[in-house]
């Protein structure tokens, strides 16, 4: 038995197939993921939704496999490289540059009025090519991560794109915010979801049918993340703007696989 939480759009999907009659689901062992470790009965694929990113940094957004609970963040570059030997994480979203524009208006986030979203902030958006997946190494398909669909028609011109990753049954998870350095040219994975003042979340997994839209993961990456010479973040003061990466995750429960919409790009 594998549980499938996919993105609001499938209802849109299913009811343009006329196929809803498998809409039943049932209880999920794990209602949100939130901000602390992450733990599914089941193997369940969650799809995640970027619709843009307002932070300064050049970011990258993943899953932390197995997190070692002694290390609650990383911020050099040697215990990066450490961690990333033992390929526990798993980038799903990574931005090519750090943003394609100032914000203009005052934007319509994730969940709709909230107040963090700002004009003056580092805009990065799917359409300008700022924010794309990490479904592919080269060739090759990365394990656990499939590619939904790039929207590039949504409604505010800015574009959206949503993957599927399969949460392992009984596996611990967390999810990390990666800071983009020239200097080591890694992403330094500085920020786990269980960090106090790194990321939060509002809403639910499988709440769309109340009119929800899923769970939103908001990210706080602590300012400009500047680099030292000796490869160390120097964090500045937060703004907690909590809007410098912003995702969806799932919307409605279903029994049957998500279905990829006409407007599936590739
Ligand atoms: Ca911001
Ligand atoms: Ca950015
Ligand atoms: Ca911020």
């Known amino acids: 038995m594998?549980?499938?939480?996919?993105?609001k759009q499938w209802i849109a999907g299913a009811i343009a197939l006329t196929w809803i009659g498998a809409m039943t689901p049932p209880a999920l062992s794990q209602e949100r993921l939130g901000t602390s470790t992450i733990l599914f009965d089941e193997d369940t694929i969650v799809e995640f939704e970027v619709q843009f990113t307002q932070g300064a940094n050049r970011s990258e957004f993943g899953v932390i496999v197995n997190p070692d609970p002694s290390i609650t963040s990383v911020t050099?570059?040697?215990?990066?490289?450490?961690?990333?030997?033992?390929?526990?994480?798993?980038?799903?979203?990574?931005?090519?540059?750090?943003?394609?524009?100032i914000a203009t208006r005052e934007d319509a986030g994730?969940?709709?009025n909230d107040p963090n979203f700002r004009v003056g902030d580092f805009l990065g958006t799917v359409n300008a090519g700022t924010i794309t997946d990490v479904t592919r190494q080269g060739s090759v398909r990365?394990?656990?991560?499939?590619?939904v669909q790039a929207n590039p028609r949504a409604a505010d011109g800015r574009g959206t794109?949503?993957?599927?990753?399969?949460?392992e049954a009984n596996t611990p998870y967390l999810f990390y915010l990666g800071t983009y350095t020239s200097a080591n040219d890694v992403f330094i994975r500085s920020f786990a979801s269980n960090n106090i003042g790194a990321a939060g979340s509002q809403g639910d997994l499988a709440s769309a049918r109340g009119g929800d839209r899923g769970e939103a993961i908001f990210w706080e990456d602590q300012g400009e993340g500047i680099f030292n010479p000796a490869g160390f973040v120097e964090l500045v003061p937060s703004d907690d703007d909590f809007n410098d990466f912003v995702l969806v995750a799932g919307g409605v429960l279903v029994e049957v696989p998500c279905v990829k919409l006409p407007n599936n790009i590739r």
């Open 2 to 7: 594998k549980q499938h939480i996919c993105s």
């Open 76 to 101: 050099d570059a040697t215990t990066f490289n450490q961690l990333k030997d033992r390929g526990r994480y798993v980038p799903l979203f990574v931005e090519t540059q750090p943003f394609d524009q």
């Open 161 to 167: 794109i949503t993957v599927a990753y399969e949460f």
């Open 142 to 147: 990365v394990p656990n991560v499939e590619f």
């Open 110 to 112: 994730a969940f709709r």
